[in-house]
């Protein structure tokens, strides 16, 4: 069973410009949610993913978006970029299955560290 | 929404001894409260969770209780050896419709000493 992974690993970046980062989720899981975490906090909830659409968003603003795709990977988007965006990205995958009651254990990957010039 | 406070910070235990990290959350909804370790440089660990419906829950070295009333839930640790070492989130989620989504502690940086 492959776990959940992430790319790149690390990513410098300026003010102003935009970003992506991937997220591959782990074999069977079907949502996925991305976290940002900043130096010394908790992981904060950006948005979650399910059948390629968005389901669910913390207290963000637009210019953070994403997308899912059919194999249920999924993309982390982030436009104009500010120094405070500087961060490690966490992506973490579940499985949703409406007709079940469940409590969508999460799996995080390793993250993406972003640094905001 | 829901807030989640950590407590301690830090926590500098003996080798052998216990540790307890303890947790409040605010939304009386939430019913699904799981617990991370992350080591540096890696991502958040699962390593226990406990349902509303539960009071109590063990898993060899490492227990976690829950107090719906009081809205707090607590992590424990025995027998602690180096390599617990790490800092440790807890988290509350509320179900809202398909969607969950995980509030997290601001974390406790656990050193075990040798």
């Known amino acids: 069973e492959t776990g959940v992974t992430q790319s790149p690993t690390h990513l410098i970046k300026t003010r102003g410009q935009q970003v992506t980062l991937r997220c591959s989720s782990q074999?069977?899981?079907?949502?996925v949610s991305w976290y940002q975490q900043a130096l010394g906090q908790g992981p904060q909830f950006i948005f979650q993913?399910?059948?390629?659409?968005?389901?669910g968003r913390g207290n963000f603003p637009p210019r953070f978006s994403g997308l899912q795709f059919p194999n249920y990977s999924s993309e982390l988007n982030v436009n104009a970029l500010e120094l405070d965006d500087s961060a490690l990205y966490l992506c973490?995958?579940?499985?949703?299955?409406?007709?079940?009651?469940?409590?969508?254990?999460?799996?995080f990957g390793p993250g993406t560290r972003l640094t905001v010039l | 929404g829901e807030n989640v406070e950590q407590h301690p910070s830090t926590l500098s235990v003996q080798e052998g001894d216990s540790a307890v990290i303890k947790c409040t959350y605010s939304?009386?909804?939430?019913?699904?409260f799981p617990w991370y370790k992350q080591e540096l440089g890696k991502g958040p660990q699962l390593i226990i969770d406990?349902?509303?419906?539960?009071g109590e829950k063990k898993d060899q070295r490492i227990a976690v209780t829950l107090n719906k009333t009081a809205k707090h839930f607590s992590l424990h640790i025995t027998e602690t050896q180096p390599e617990d070492s790490a800092v440790y989130f807890c988290?509350?989620?509320?179900?809202?419709?398909?969607?969950?989504?995980?509030?997290f502690g601001s974390g406790t940086q656990l050193t075990v000493l040798p």
């Open positions: 973490a995958s579940s499985s949703t299955y409406l007709a079940i009651s469940s409590y969508n254990e999460q799996f």
């Open positions: 074999s069977g899981h079907n949502t």
């Open positions: 993913y399910y059948r390629e659409e968005e389901n």
């Open positions: 939304d009386s909804a939430s019913n699904y």
């Open positions: 406990i349902r509303s419906n539960v």
């Open positions: 988290a509350a989620s509320i179900s809202s419709g398909s969607a969950r989504q995980l509030t």
